[in-house]
């Protein structure tokens, strides 16, 4: 292909893409910020377009926190962000700059299960474990706003929760496990 | 999946916002909750080479009641509208919708301003935005202006909103009768996005409908008021026939109906009906 004049054009890698008709980019711009994980202060030096689920997995090193989807679907990636359940996949670092963000490794105190754990482990809540973190975080949010949830509010909280294996039935036996040690 | 590189805007106060807006123009996208955006990044359906989160913005947060008018800031989450008590008072149609949104994690970060502007045509908040008959305020630099609900939506993916706009706010008028009113939806299974949703809220009067206003989402290419079907109820009793008869004309604004491996145009429409007359019903038990 040629521009007008005979210009070869610069192409990228695949061939397909004119670089030079590409928006122009500035050099990578790399943001410090400053949060709370589980308790201890981390300062970072990052990019913008890097999720929050990477910083936690990737920089700070604590892979409890799951990728499912990557594509803010399943749930997996949920942690609790000033309280409250988000999925950190669908959340840039930088958005959490100023925050506390709270992970399944930080829910155990003095080597105590936390009682959403405790349930989980009590009821089965689990088979391949792979959604569990998140799971046991939105249920963790899920309790905060109500307490003493019916099933059927213990199955609208974890709507935004994906398991392949378990079927949701010892998962919702499980909140329920919890919600009354909890509210005891 | 990253996205694309950006440079990053934290601005504090709206004028910073709109300064930003307007040096960097078509390039730069605002950011509230990124419930939408950041999916969008992430697959590189959009590669904006700024990014100015309004999300840190107080004053786009603001949720108030005062007189006749309730004031939704732009950036106040679907959770937020869903547990406001007075909301939940003066206009229960909000925090039934907001609840209805999607799951708690998107609840907690996705804000009524970003599903607006996004204009998704199976979004929530347009059916119930549109059956409040609400207006939604846009600020640039050059000022602001005040566009009803009605002129908002103008196709798949867009709404009125200009690129070198902020939405700041959206206002409702306390509706006379709060409590007539539902927000009734066809979940699509995976998502949660509406197939149909359809919203009213009523004004009833010696068992006779005075006025009915009624949004429908999911249908068209973008949320409309089934201004037919508003007619056929408007001074009649609410019985069974009279109901399944204007509710038969739910669809009547649309001459697309939405298609995809989800449901069939005609389907949307056999749901449109169905679920606007359980809405009508609904909203005038509620009365
Ligand atoms: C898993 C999942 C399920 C979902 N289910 C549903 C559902 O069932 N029903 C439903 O309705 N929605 C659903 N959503 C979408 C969700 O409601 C989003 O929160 C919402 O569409 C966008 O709001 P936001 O604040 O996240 O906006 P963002 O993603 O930050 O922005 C969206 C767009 O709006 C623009 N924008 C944002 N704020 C402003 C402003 N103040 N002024 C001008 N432009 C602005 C942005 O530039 C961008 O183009 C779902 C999302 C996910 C991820
Ligand atoms: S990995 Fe975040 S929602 Fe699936
Ligand atoms: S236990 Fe395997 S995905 Fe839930």
Redesign the pocket.
């Known amino acids: 292909m040629r521009l007008a004049g005979g210009v070869l054009p610069k192409v990228c890698m695949c061939g397909t893409h004119i670089l030079s008709l590409h928006p122009q980019r500035k050099e990578e711009q790399r943001v410090k910020i400053s949060l709370s994980i589980n308790g201890t202060q981390h300062e970072a030096d990052i990019e913008p377009r890097f999720l929050l689920v990477h910083l936690i997995r990737d920089v700070i090193g604590l892979t409890g926190t799951h990728i499912g989807c990557e594509t803010?679907?399943c749930g997996a990636c949920t942690v609790l962000l000033d309280g409250k359940p988000v999925k950190s996949c669908?959340v840039l670092a930088v958005q959490a700059n100023g925050g506390q963000v709270t992970t399944i490794e930080g829910l155990a105190k003095d080597g105590q299960l936390h009682p959403m754990q405790e349930a989980f482990w009590e009821c089965h809540g689990l088979q391949c474990g792979y959604c569990t973190p998140g799971m046991i975080m939105a249920a963790c949010g899920l309790l905060k706003e109500t307490p003493n949830p019916s099933e059927e509010e213990i199955r609208h909280g974890l709507e935004?929760n994906i398991c392949r294996c378990t079927g949701y039935q010892h998962i919702v036996d499980a909140v329920k496990y919890a919600a009354d040690k909890m509210v005891a | 999946m990253i996205p694309t590189n950006f440079e990053y805007f934290a601005p504090a106060t709206i004028e910073e916002a709109l300064q930003l807006l307007d040096q960097h123009g078509e390039d730069a996208?605002?950011?509230?909750?990124?419930?939408?955006?950041?999916?969008v990044l992430k697959l590189r359906l959009a590669a904006p080479t700024a990014i100015i989160d309004?999300g840190r913005i107080a004053a786009?947060k603001q949720i108030s009641v005062s007189g006749d008018t309730i004031r939704i800031g732009?950036?106040a989450t679907?959770a937020d509208i869903a547990r406001h008590a007075e909301l939940k008072q003066h206009c229960p149609l909000l925090g039934e919708t907001a609840a209805?949104?999607?799951?708690q994690q998107?609840r907690n970060?996705?804000?009524i301003?970003?599903?607006l502007?996004?204009a998704?045509p199976?979004?929530?908040?347009p059916a119930a935005i549109l059956a409040l008959d609400a207006e939604i305020v846009?600020r640039s630099s050059q000022g602001e202006r005040v566009i009803k609900a009605t002129d908002f939506f103008v196709d798949v993916m867009t709404s009125a909103?200009q690129p070198n706009?902020?939405?700041?706010e959206i206002r409702v008028a306390k509706p006379a009768q709060p409590q007539a009113a539902v927000y009734l939806k066809v979940?699509q299974a995976a998502?949660?996005?509406?197939l149909v949703g359809v919203a009213a809220q009523l004004t009833l009067n010696n068992g006779k409908c005075e006025a009915a206003s009624i949004g429908v989402t999911g249908l068209g290419p973008k949320a409309f008021r089934a201004t037919t079907l508003e007619a056929a109820l408007r001074g009649q009793a609410l019985d069974d026939s009279t109901v399944s008869a204007a509710a038969a004309k739910a669809d009547a604004e649309t001459a697309d109906a939405l298609e995809d491996i989800h449901a069939s145009g005609d389907y949307r429409r056999h749901l449109a009906r169905v679920y606007a007359k359980r809405a009508v019903q609904a909203a005038a038990a509620r009365a």
């Open positions: 803010s679907i669908a935004g | 996208k605002l950011l509230s909750g990124g419930q939408s955006l950041i999916p309004i786009l732009a950036n679907h209805q949104i999607g799951d998107v970060r996705g804000t301003g970003g599903s502007t996004h998704d199976a979004a929530d908040w846009a909103v706009e902020i939405v700041t979940p998502s949660g996005f509406a």
